[in-house]
């Protein structure tokens, strides 16, 4: 009996060596770590009996929708206002539309009346009878279809304007200065090339 007292309990059997690594001390545990920035993990309780249920988050609400007039505020997806056109424009484009194509009819005319404004200006200055050169007839051709082809061309622009609900009557008070001054450089060009009308006035 007494050799039995004296021997003790037996010592543990020694652990096993690991392949990979080293063992972690006897009694430790691992826990995962809990993630606090995720919704659905548990809010950190305070006390003893503290609720573990996950913060709330309030709906998002969506922003109004954009409505003209409105002024641009800050989160609002930007809108584009829709052009203000004065009242006067439409019939003031209208009106200059309608006066430039009776300047243009009679620019037109004026310039196939040319050979006939010519001879009024040879009988006032004693020049004899005005006889037209060749080229007389298609320029002054071509310069009545240049007009009336740029009265055409400020029609469109002005009533495509129009119905974008853009200012439109400057295109008519443009087109009326290019068609003016084209009309006087055909007539010009045209009298530069009669001899005895440039004769005469190279001796005044």
Avoid at 105 to 133: E, N, R, V, W
């Amino acid at each position: 009996m007494t050799e039995n007292l004296d021997s003790g309990p037996p010592a543990p059997a020694p652990r096993p060596r690991p392949q990979y690594g080293e063992l972690a001390p006897e009694g430790w545990t691992w826990q995962p770590p809990q993630d606090q920035d995720r919704a659905d993990a548990p809010a950190p309780t305070v006390g003893a009996g503290a609720s573990v249920h996950p913060t709330a988050q309030p709906p998002a609400v969506p922003a109004p929708p954009f409505q003209t007039g409105q002024p641009f505020q800050t989160g609002q997806p930007h809108q584009p206002s829709s052009r203000t056109v004065p009242r006067w424009d439409r019939p003031l484009t209208i009106g200059l539309l309608t006066v430039g194509l009776l300047a243009t009819l009679y620019g037109a005319f004026s310039l196939g009346a040319l050979p006939d404004a010519m001879q009024l200006i040879y009988t006032q200055q004693g020049l004899g009878t005005y006889t037209s050169g060749a080229s007389i007839g298609p320029l002054t051709s071509v310069g009545a279809i240049t007009v009336v082809f740029i009265w055409l061309a400020a029609a469109a622009v002005s009533v495509r304007l129009l119905l974008r609900r853009r200012r439109a009557f400057y295109v008519s008070l443009i087109a009326g200065a290019v068609s003016t001054v084209t009309m006087f450089a055909f007539m010009l060009a045209a009298m530069l090339n009669d001899p005895t009308l440039i004769e005469f006035l190279s001796r005044q």
